[in-house]
């Protein structure tokens, strides 16, 4: 017998036999014992175990192919001890040794040993980047795995050939789960491989047959059911756009075999077959026309239906054992997804009490002080399971909301919070934080339950340090040239000090397009931040969103707690999701008529960062800086004129005629058949504009910017007639598909050319015109544009809107409003009417058969003053995009 004092050096010497006696020893000596692990790893015992599994192509002996398997069942030993020695373990060399041993002539048993030591790895340290970039061989190998073994099992060796295949999918499975960077981690090629694997399994004769009724099927059969539950459910987890096209054209009658496998008799099967009918249903075949119109491009709500009956049994067998704990936490995962589309589905489930037993689950596992320690990973999983099937179901209605508040689940949410931050709870939180977001939809719930929670401290600590933020910020200011308070300036500011603050500003934006130091993507603490940690603090911004609106009373506890200077540094956040739900937080803050807090916010943010949103690489927070601008001046002159001052009107519309201009063009461009992203279409013989999603919001958010300048005061509205890129845009976009941007030019049209009785200014003389503008001018001068400020006349004042109504109809809008007449909306078609009345009264192109509509226009231009008609909606709304099993993964998007 070798002594342990001597096992190193033998396993270091040159001998073959003594090196695998050596390593037959150290195996049995370090079963059970962490120390000895750590002691031989510190010796550099990886490094010898790492050599053999390398030397496949060296020396050949009678001892290689044993020395080999030996080295990889001691280094999976190792790997098996839990996270401190794996950590030790885990690095490029040993990944990619493991990896180069994936191959079908290896031994069966070194396969096993290394597919089982990479699943415990990557299952301690998921990975962080592309796998196909790092290690280009793996997928290959794998799929090369799957078709070897599964050609081989009829013929030899079944049973370990069905257990190779089943290690290879347990590997796939913690590799690609359900999510968008999960799903680029394998190529497409092994997605397919896998479902060709599946599909001939389950068109294996009597193979469905045999699954419905129990059996003694022996232990080759055992091991083919554990490797079909297997293949299936990693099948749900890396499953592509690509791969469910292929399935859909090579095995149409696939989705009717998954259906029968519902009604298996193992529970590991049919939670298989859920969870791919899932992924299934919600995974789009056609690429954009799917994601476009938002619904489930693979099945529809009958074969959803299905799936309800089929879980619900799992989840009953799993609360008559011990209240639920032994439950699956892929019960609850695959629930959230069934549910977070609403609609019957989500009804169904919520008839059969999903609310109360999900809840009685978490109830058991929620911790129960603010130590993370008594959570383990098991307790963990079912929490975030049963959390996020409650944010989904909380963010469609009402009398949900209510029942998940009445089930006591709000108490759970409040001591997940609490509790002291560790990577256990790190899911857990996010997940409470998609429920917290979820309940914060109901303005009733904000004024009562969740008032009395005590969730405000819990928001703030999982946003970071208040004083380390502060702290941050004050030199970011510094750097940026005093970026926030002091660019701003006014029109009591003289015009030095004008020229000096633009200057500051200028400087601190570093001119249009470019990146601007202290201004955003500065954020130090982004590079010492892991990815788990600001996963966290974006879910938690997501909940910030709806609780710091002007109704809610949480907004003022929220505020006190010095969260404005945490929501600021979020904005400047390299990491995309997270300045994309700060951005909309702020965008909340400054709704409403709380110009106090619009004040504060705005000090806070400063024009040259918000600048930078406006043109951020990514469209969504583009949409929200944008439609920060707007909440910004709504209903407020002053803002408007502040706007102008500290970002000058010239930039100032350039960046807005470049935003309506977005994958624009007018309708004779003979490149139109190129550009996929601005279409035309032929609809009753008229011509519609269509633009792509986000393009059409931020085109939205624009236009409704305009919209509020037109209903400030009168120079405001001169500023934009000067403007004639941005009027023709805007009239162009009168024939667009989307009536939401239809209306948001009637609304600018009927602005401009609302006649004022009398014109607001101060001493109601100010903003009268400095003068008439010609009808061939662009860019006159007119007050608070640089131009000299003299008083009108009265009829000097009609002039000047029968003019500016004038460039209207020169630019054409006439033809437009015509067209609109028979538009299918009836709120386009009324108003309309009242812009046809409104331009014709000032033209004396009068139109028979609209009558007498200046009362119509009286009012409608009262809606326009008092801003209701041009705000964001005061009913938060979501329009989700909830990730099966990362939720942050794309951001969350509570909107007001």
């Known amino acids: 017998m070798i002594s342990e004092i001597d096992l190193l050096p033998l396993v270091r010497s040159p001998d073959r036999g003594t090196q695998l006696r050596a390593l037959k020893a150290l195996k049995n000596s370090v079963i059970g014992h962490t120390e000895q692990k750590e002691w031989y790893l510190e010796r550099g015992v990886l490094d010898d175990l790492l050599a053999i599994l390398s030397a496949e192509d060296g020396v050949k002996d009678q001892y290689s192919e044993e020395l080999m398997i030996e080295a990889g069942i001691v280094l999976g030993s190792f790997a098996y001890s839990g996270p401190d020695i794996s950590a030790m373990l885990y690095g490029p060399e040993t990944i990619s040794t493991l990896v180069l041993t994936l191959k079908p002539t290896s031994p069966p048993k070194l396969l096993l040993a290394s597919l089982r030591t990479l699943t415990t790895l990557w299952t301690a340290q998921p990975p962080t980047q592309s796998l196909s970039t790092a290690y280009p061989t793996l997928a290959p190998s794998l799929a090369a795995l799957l078709s070897h073994f599964y050609s081989s099992a009829a013929s030899e060796k079944g049973a370990i050939s069905y257990t190779i295949i089943t290690q290879v999918c347990g590997l796939l499975f913690v590799l690609a789960p359900a999510h968008s960077t999960g799903q680029s981690v394998l190529s497409d090629h092994l997605a397919i491989s896998l479902c060709d694997l599946v599909d001939k399994l389950l068109t294996k004769p009597n193979m469905i047959a045999s699954l419905s009724v129990s059996s003694n099927a022996g232990a080759t059969g055992l091991a083919e059911r554990k490797m079909l539950s297997s293949a299936i459910l990693a099948l749900s987890h890396l499953m592509s756009p690509q791969a469910a096209r292929h399935l859909a054209s090579s095995a149409p009658y696939f989705m009717d075999l998954l259906v029968k496998l519902l009604r298996a008799q193992e529970p590991t099967i049919r939670l298989a077959a859920c969870a791919l009918i899932t992924t299934l249903y919600t995974t789009p075949l056609s690429g954009s026309g799917d994601v476009i119109t938002g619904k489930p491009a693979a099945q529809n709500t009958e074969l959803a239906m299905l799936l309800v009956p089929a879980l619900m049994k799992l989840l009953d067998d799993a609360l008559s054992v011990d209240d639920g704990r032994g439950c699956d936490p892929l019960v609850l995962h695959t629930f959230a997804v069934v549910c977070r589309e609403g609609g019957e589905v989500a009804d169904r489930c919520v008839e059969v009490g999903i609310i109360k037993k999900v809840v009685r689950i978490i109830a058991h596992v929620a911790p129960s002080t603010h130590s993370a320690t008594q959570i383990g990973k098991t307790e963990s999983k079912l929490l975030s399971g049963g959390l996020f099937c409650l944010s989904a179901l909380g963010l469609h209605k009402e009398e949900y ?456 226009s009286q009012q409608a231009q009262q809606v326009q003053q008092g801003g209701d008609a041009m705000e964001v909606d005061n009913v938060p709304v979501v329009r989700h995009a909830y990730m099966y099993m990362n939720p942050t993964a794309v951001a969350s998007e509570p909107s007001s």
């Open 401 to 856: 909301r209510k029942a998940i508040i009445d089930a006591n689940a709000l108490t759970i949410v409040v001591a997940v919070m609490n509790t002291e931050n560790a990577p256990a709870v790190r899911e857990i939180k996010i997940a409470a934080c998609n429920v917290l977001r979820s309940l914060s939809r109901s303005v009733l719930l904000l004024r009562t339950s969740l008032v009395e929670s005590g969730i405000v401290g819990g928001v703030v600590e999982l946003l970071g340090d208040v004083a380390v933020v502060q702290e941050s910020e004050s030199a970011s200011a510094t750097a940026a040239g005093s970026a926030k308070g002091e660019v701003l300036y006014d029109e009591s500011m003289s015009e030095v000090e004008k020229t000096s603050a633009r200057q500051k500003y200028l400087s601190a934006v570093g001119g249009a397009g470019q990146e601007a130091d202290g201004v955003i993507m500065e954020e130090d603490d982004d590079e010492s931040e892991d990815g788990e940690s600001l996963e966290v603090r974006t879910a938690a911004m997501a909940a910030v969103c709806n609780l710091v609106l002007e109704f809610s009373p949480l907004r003022k506890p929220i505020l006190d707690q010095g969260i404005l200077p945490l929501i600021v540094a979020g904005a400047r956040s390299r990491y995309t999701p997270l300045r994309l739900n700060s951005v909309w937080a702020l965008k909340h803050m400054v709704y409403g008529d709380d110009m106090q807090t619009r004040g504060l916010v705005l000090e806070e943010v400063g024009f040259p960062l918000l600048m930078k949103l406006c043109n951020d690489p990514e469209m969504q927070v583009q949409e929200q800086a944008l439609d920060f601008i707007r909440n910004l001046i709504a209903r407020s002159d002053d803002y408007i004129d502040k706007l102008f001052a500290n970002v000058g009107v010239h930039d100032l519309f350039e960046l807005l005629d470049g935003k309506l201009a977005m994958r624009s063009r007018q309708s004779d461009d003979s490149e139109s058949d190129e550009d996929e992203d601005f279409v035309e279409e032929d609809e009753g013989g008229k011509v519609i504009f269509t633009t792509k999603p986000y393009y059409t919001e931020i085109i939205i958010a624009t236009a409704y910017i305009l919209v509020h300048i037109a209903a400030g005061y009168e120079h405001h509205r001169q500023t934009i007639i000067q403007h004639e890129s941005v009027v023709k845009k805007v009239i162009a976009l009168m024939a667009h598909e989307r009536e939401e941007v239809r209306l948001a030019c009637l609304w600018i049209v009927l602005n401009l050319t609302w006649v004022e009785e009398p014109p607001r200014g101060a001493a109601g003389e100010d903003l009268m015109m400095e003068g008439v503008v010609d009808d061939d001018a662009e860019g006159s001068s007119s007050a608070g544009a640089g131009g000299e400020s003299a008083s009108q006349s009265p009829g000097n004042y009609v002039e000047v809107c029968r003019k500016r109504a004038a460039v209207l109809v020169r630019l054409g809008v006439r033809a437009k409003l015509a067209m609109l007449k028979q538009d299918r909306v009836l709120d386009v078609r009324e108003k309309t009417k009242t812009a046809i009345y409104q331009i014709d009264s000032l033209t004396g192109a009068f139109t028979d058969g609209y009558g007498d509509r200046r009362e119509e």
